[in-house]
Nanobody
Framework: QVQLVESGGGLVQAGGSLRLSCAASGIKSSFTVMSWYRQTPVNERELVAHMSNDGDTTYADSVKGRFTISRDNAKNTVYLQMNSLKPDDTGVYYC?????????WGKGTPVTVSS
């Protein structure tokens, strides 16, 4: 059974940093694309960043220059380094993996940025 488990969320002051992790289990090969999404109090779930198996990355305009996605295929883990956090970054962050195993989501980790 494929599972994605996020960790690293929490409460941080504006300007601070957090590093999210998402570990995949039950897979026989790396996901083709691993992504981070977030659900904020005012917006629908939106793409934050994604990274393909060959290292190509895409970021939402709102996080460019502040967030960095990376992945360790040997550990089947994707990370999201979040710097210069703003209150608007508050939300639940979800990991998503797409590949031969199908399309899978984690259950999310909450991030709260206080002003």
């Amino acid at each position: 059974q494929v599972q994605l488990v996020e960790s690293g969320g929490g409460l941080v002051q504006a300007g601070g940093s957090l590093r999210l992790s998402c570990a995949a289990s039950g897979i026989k090969s790396s996901f083709t694309v691993m992504s981070w999404y977030r659900q904020t109090p005012v917006n629908e779930r939106e793409l934050v960043a994604h990274m393909s198996n060959d290292g190509d990355t895409t970021y939402a305009d709102s996080v460019k220059g502040r967030f960095t996605i990376s992945r360790d295929n040997a550990k089947n883990t994707v990370y999201l380094q979040m710097n210069s956090l703003k209150p608007d970054d508050t939300g639940v962050y979800y990991c998503r993996g797409i590949g031969l195993q199908g399309d899978h989501w984690g259950k999310g980790t909450p991030v709260t940025v206080s002003s």
